[in-house]
């Protein structure tokens, strides 16, 4: 385990320093880390068999203690996302994630203590799917984490600020107001290093806003003392990938070949990254910080992004998943 561990975190390494915006980099992260554990439990277990039976009656009973309780706390921040940001589907992840776990764990609990096989088999194909989903969302969490601590680019000649949505149609929310002001930090860190970069801000007008947002958010930064010349809008975009083509192609005309330092929230940064990746956009990206009580909902907003990105390789590798435990009912 401990020769796997070493390929897959040079793996690892590689691909970070060539191109750290791949998710596989996340993936190879995810699998070190789980060779690792694996041979550590194992020599345990060979060295001090009594001390691992505890161990093991603890680790069986932990998880289901943890899932509980963090089922509880996504159930609470869900009630807490809709009563201050009202309803939508984005909002009621939180809420839905946490309904989901606590009905997986109630259907395993059943099938083992019934031992009902017409249960065993659609428990046995919820864990392995969750144990699934659950490993990539720790291999997601612990690479985002690792990726917004890399420091940016200090050759950029551009900062793009991504936008959301205004309150009222006209205002900058307070999750905006954070990327901007992180923006302008980045910026005048460029400045101080003998750059003379230009800030972009970026989103188009949603249905129900009175203005676009690029406007908006140049609104904020010029009130605030952000010199007006300096200043750059691009007000077409309607979604993140959009405003990445959309800066991508001004950044292309103002300063042919420039890099830039993406400004979002930290939650989205990751996912932002990968998506500047695909537009071809030259840059690192740098996340500012969210409402601890928006985060939980906001991230798996983002992971479920992820996985509908990729849904055929997910739903490959869960149809394999499935494949065992089908094959059993189908013969019993």
Same mark, same amino acid.
């Given at each position: ?9 040079? %793996?690892?390494?590689?691909? &970070? ?26 020599? %345990?277990?060979?060295?001090? #068999?009594?001390?691992?039976?505890? /161990?093991?009656? &603890?680790?069986?009973? %932990?998880? @289901? @203690? ?39 764990? /109630? ?17 046995? =194909?919820?864990?392995? $799917?969750? #144990? ?5 969302? &720790? ?19 551009? $900062? ?42 970026? #989103? ?12 908006? =958010? ?35 005309? %103002? ?27 030259? #840059?690192?990206? @740098? ?46």
């Amino acid at each position: 385990m401990w020769g796997a561990a070493a390929v897959f975190l040079v %793996l690892f390494a590689v691909g &970070v320093w060539r191109e750290p915006r791949r998710l596989r980099n996340a993936v190879l992260l995810g699998l070190a880390l789980a060779c690792v554990t694996l041979d550590v439990v194992g020599r %345990l277990g060979e060295e001090h #068999g009594r001390v691992v039976t505890i /161990a093991a009656y &603890v680790l069986l009973v %932990l998880p @289901v @203690v943890s899932c509980v309780l963090l089922a509880g706390v996504l159930i609470a921040n869900g009630c807490i996302i809709v009563r201050k940001e009202g309803r939508s589907l984005s909002h009621l992840l939180s809420l839905m994630a946490g309904i989901a776990m606590l009905t997986a764990l /109630a259907l395993t609990w059943a099938a083992v203590v019934w031992q009902n096989r017409d249960l065993s088999v659609p428990a046995e =194909m919820v864990l392995l $799917v969750g #144990g699934y989903l659950s490993f990539l969302f &720790v291999c997601f969490l612990l690479y985002g984490f690792l990726y917004t601590r890399l420091p940016p680019r200090r050759d950029a000649a551009f $900062v793009v600020v991504l936008g959301s949505g205004l309150i009222g149609g006209s205002r900058v929310s307070p999750l905006l107001a954070g990327r901007l002001d992180q923006g302008r930090r980045v910026f005048e860190r460029l400045e101080r290093s003998g750059r003379r970069p230009l800030l972009i801000t970026s #989103g188009g007008q949603g249905p129900d806003e009175l203005l676009p947002e690029a406007e908006a =958010m140049a609104g904020y930064l010029t009130r605030n003392g952000f010199p007006a010349d300096r200043l750059r809008i691009e007000d077409r975009s309607r979604t993140t990938e959009e405003n990445l083509r959309n800066s991508r192609a001004l950044m292309q005309e %103002l300063r042919p070949e420039a890099s830039c330092v993406i400004v979002t929230s930290n939650y989205h940064a990751f996912r932002a990254a990968l998506m500047a990746r695909k537009t071809g956009v030259q #840059g690192t990206v @740098v996340g500012a910080r969210t409402a601890a009580y928006f985060w939980p909902s906001a991230t798996l907003r983002e992971f479920a992004a992820l996985l509908s990105a990729h849904r055929t390789v997910n739903a490959c590798v869960c149809a394999v998943l499935l494949l065992p435990p089908l094959a059993a009912w189908w013969r019993g």
